[in-house]
């Protein structure tokens, strides 16, 4: 089974960075289908980045675009979010997770059914 491990969250001040970091386990590669989540209290949970590693594309969703990039090092088996310029809005739990190809949701960024989550990472940024 695959299971996948964050890490990288922190507290920060308006206009810091962070990368987040989610390690890929039980596989010998990165899955087809890897995507970042947030979550606050009282609101569905939203993905903000997705990247499909066998194809090389990345999409983003517009709350992030500019300031967030998603990347992958095959050799660590890793997949990170760098995340720049950030918003007190940007506070969430943040999740990483991986699905099959044929779940990911096509040319739409969030109609993919992702199966595999990991445990999540809080970030915190401060005005």
């Known amino acids: 089974q695959v299971q996948l491990v964050e890490s990288g969250g922190g507290s920060v001040q308006a206009g810091g960075s962070l990368r987040l970091s989610c390690a890929v386990f039980g596989l010998p590669y990165i899955p087809p289908c890897m995507g970042w989540f947030r979550q606050v209290p009282g609101k569905e949970r939203e993905i903000v980045a997705r990247?499909?590693?066998?194809?090389?594309?990345?999409n983003y969703a517009d709350s992030v675009k500019g300031r967030f990039t998603i990347s992958q090092d095959n050799a660590k088996n890793t997949v990170y979010l760098q995340m720049n310029s950030l918003k007190p809005e940007d506070t969430a739990m943040y999740y990483c997770?991986?699905?099959?190809?044929?779940?990911?949701?096509?040319?739409?960024?969030?109609?993919?059914?992702?199966?595999?989550w990991g445990q999540g990472t809080q970030v915190t940024v401060s005005s």
């Open positions: 997770a991986a699905s099959w190809i044929q779940y990911c949701g096509g040319r739409s960024l969030g109609r993919g059914d992702y199966k595999f």
């Open positions: 990247i499909l590693p066998h194809e090389g594309t990345t």
